[in-house]
Structure formats: structure tokens, C-alpha cells
């Protein structure tokens, strides 16, 4: 079964200062898709950013980008010039086809003033 | 444009009740997934349901069942509470235009249920 690991509980960056979160998953598959999600103390999940598996080159939403690392199975969210608005949960999440999406626990950002 | 929908924003039930969970998706998706998050951690799969069948199913008992009406929106049952239920129940919408599964889904607020 494909499982996805973020083995940062806890991280904080200081505004305007960059900051990377880790994810990193198991699959046999080839074909697949990744996403970073954010959860504000509001509940929504929004999607942040989204990456193809075919593709080499690394999606970027703005000041998001990931670094997508097919051999090593590692899909890491950057946050450049970070917020106080990106104060959040962040989960890493796998999914293949259109099936139900693999969570990771999640990491807490905190952003400092 | 309305996103998703669910219905209501709290419950609070007992141990042995059932529940019924309601969500309406995002226009234009025919999709519906449901996800169960306990507090702390990240969203589990219970099941998706796709033309108004349960198209795949998560590591979720039999006492969690749903429907999908043909108007896209679905149900999400729980019989038989237990206390380890308690939690935030997210339902997701979107589009099977292809098999692919590029299109993202798009979340609503959920429902959070606790068992007493």
C-alpha cells in the first residue's frame, strides 16, 4: 500500500524568509500524482500545488515549488518571502487515477512577525 | 460559483446512535470522495463514490456506508457510533473527465462530529 511520510510535525520561518517542508512516499507505481495541501484553523483543505509524476520539471505556483525527486520518492514544498497568511497545516498527498487521495500527518507551520 | 457543501458544521451524537452526513459538490463535478480526520492527524479515505455508485472504498467497517444521488450530492452514514468516530468528516468533489486523475479535488468545510 502506497504511504506518505512527513517527518516534520512542527516548523516556523520568520516572514519574508524561506522555508522548506519534507514529504516523502512509498509506491510501486509509475504513474501518479502528488499535491501539498493547506489547512488553516478554518478547516477548508486548499489545494496549494500539484505535480505529475511523468513530468521532470518541477511545478511552481507563485511563491510555492516543490522539489520532486521521482528516485528518491521525495516531494518537498518550498515557501519563499512566507506570510503570515501561510500560517497552516500542510499535507503531502499521493494519488493514482482518480481514485482516493494518501495523506501524510501533516506538518504545523508558524510564521513570525 | 458555490464550492463544497456539507451539512451540518457540528454534531455532537452518542455511542450507539447513527448518523447522516450530507455534502454537496462543487458544480460541474460528478465525483464525491469522503475522508475521516481524527484529530492531530491527516485525512484518511472512506470511500468515492462515482454515478451513484461506490466506485472505490478505504480500510473504513462496514457500519460507514454512503449514496450518491443523481444530482451528484451524497451521503455519508455512520452506524453504531463508537467514541474512536469522533472527528472531522471531509467530503471532496471532482471530475472524472478522464482516468488520469490530474484534476484536483476540492474540499468543503466538513462536519465535526463528536460521540459522547
Known amino acids: 500500500a502506497q504511504t506518505v511520510t512527513q517527518s516534520q510535525p512542527e516548523m516556523s520561518v520568520q516572514e519574508a524568509e524561506t522555508v522548506t517542508l519534507s514529504c516523502t512516499y512509498d509506491?510501486?507505481?509509475?504513474?501518479?500524482?502528488l499535491f501539498w495541501y493547506k489547512q488553516p484553523p478554518s478547516r477548508q483543505m486548499i489545494l496549494v500545488i500539484r505535480?505529475?509524476?511523468?513530468?521532470?520539471q518541477n511545478a511552481t505556483e507563485n511563491r510555492f515549488s516543490v522539489n520532486f525527486q521521482k528516485a528518491a520518492k521525495s516531494f518537498s514544498l518550498k515557501i519563499s518571502d512566507s506570510q503570515l497568511g501561510d500560517a497552516a497545516m500542510y499535507f503531502c498527498a499521493y494519488r493514482r487515477f482518480t481514485r482516493g487521495m494518501r495523506f501524510g500527518a501533516g506538518t504545523r507551520l508558524t510564521v513570525k512577525p | 460559483d458555490a464550492g463544497v457543501t456539507q451539512s451540518p458544521t457540528h454534531l455532537i451524537k452518542t455511542r450507539g446512535q447513527q448518523v447522516t452526513l450530507r455534502c454537496s459538490p462543487k458544480?460541474?463535478?460528478?465525483?464525491v470522495s469522503w475522508y475521516q480526520q481524527a484529530l492531530g492527524q491527516g485525512p484518511q479515505f472512506i470511500f468515492q463514490y462515482y454515478e451513484e455508485e461506490e466506485r472505490q472504498r478505504g480500510n473504513f467497517p462496514d457500519r460507514f456506508s454512503g449514496h450518491q444521488f443523481p444530482n451528484y450530492s451524497s451521503e455519508l452514514n455512520v452506524n453504531a457510533l463508537l467514541l474512536g468516530d469522533s472527528a472531522l468528516y471531509l467530503c471532496a468533489s471532482s471530475q472524472n473527465i478522464d482516468r488520469a486523475g490530474n484534476q484536483p479535488q476540492h474540499f468543503g468545510d466538513g462536519t465535526r462530529l463528536s460521540i459522547l
Open positions: 458544480s460541474g463535478h460528478d465525483t
Open positions: 505535480q505529475e509524476a511523468y513530468k521532470q
Open positions: 509506491t510501486s507505481e509509475s504513474d501518479y500524482y
